[in-house]
């Protein structure tokens, strides 16, 4: 064997060595990031690359210096596809745990208050936009009397007795409470007509929340988005007042608000239905407001300039508490704890989250207390995993 032979050769296997060096390399590339070569068949498929399969190895006939040769070009056109491989590790990694691993870690430090901007700032300018709309629709809002109410309820089989054993409420949608309801002398009887009438909007509200929740999770596992749904991602950015499109800030804001609370705020707010805010504002909540439209508290000092919001139907109301609650500052304890539950997978129990209502009314802890005993005494906590049945035709007709 000639000198040049066996340099010849010997060029031939340092090339082979560096080669397998290579392959090593990107081997533990992809071992690494956890790619699978089926993954980066289908990828590279997707991206129109051939990838013809043969079932003899024609390398077997070959000899040392063309095998070096063919193996140097397939090192090149490893090399060549490996940036896309790279953009597919990118990719797949967005569709990955890790982005809910990042979520969580974001949302850890909103509850130990390490993220100085998130659910802080808050933008009031579309705030309760959709909410003023039910003033510009359309709707037959006839106040019905307690007796026809109660009527309507037996007609459809509609009792509260039946919802704590079934869990199913019908969806008998009132728009304003009955005039009557502060005659009625038996407390039960008025307790559980007003229960009755609030709780079907209750439940449609958190209803629109988690669609909106479910929904809201659907784009943010996905790597590219459509049109519709960036327009849809800035609607609920203006709807929960959030500045910096902050998508940590939205999944803290938007999320339900358990039934329990929701029902025995109503009840304290309007002394269970009868209150004159309740009556003629269809304000279950007793919301303040300093530059809308109101109704004046009673006993309010003449300086004050605050007033009661009112509103055109019951559900105007339940959707702005709701809102309130979920944007206002005065409750970021309260969403910050509501998150720490869900994010222990446990369910919304309201009676810790009242905990945090403290600054809801001039008297602070002694409206927790009064809240915790309503929900205690009244067992809401029955209604709280309670679902709302489809609407019919038929019982539309009803109404």
Known sequence: MSLSTRSKRGCGYIVMIKNKIKLLEINKFLIKHKISISEIQKYLSKKKFNLNKKNKNPLNNLGAIPRTFLSSLIIISIFFTLPIVIEFTKERSVLSKNFENNSKNDLKKVLENQGQTLDEELNQKFLFEDILEFDEQPTDTIRLSAITIEELFKSTKYSLKDVRKNKLVKPVTLTLLPHEIKMIENVKRRKDLFIQIILPLIIKENNSIRLDRKKLFSILNKSKNTRAEKNWLELKFKQYGIKHKDLSTLKVRMDEVPVSMAIAQAAKETGWGTSRFALEGNALFGQWTW?????????????????????????????????????????????????????????????????????????????????????????????????????????????
């Open 291 to 399: 530059t809308g439209d109101g109704l004046k508290p009673s006993g309010a000092n003449k300086d004050s300039t605050h007033k009661v919001m009112k509103f055109k139907i019951l559900q105007a109301s339940v959707k702005a508490y709701q809102r309130n609650l979920n944007t206002h500052s005065s409750y970021r304890d309260f969403r910050s704890a509501r998150a720490e539950l869900r994010g222990d997978n446990k369910k919304l129990d309201s009676l810790i989250l009242t905990e945090f209502l403290d600054k809801y009314a001039e008297t602070g802890k002694e409206y927790v207390e009064i809240l915790q005993k309503i929900i205690r005494q009244n067992k809401l906590t029955d209604f709280d995993d309670a679902k709302l049945l489809p609407s019919s035709i038929e019982l539309e007709s009803l109404i």
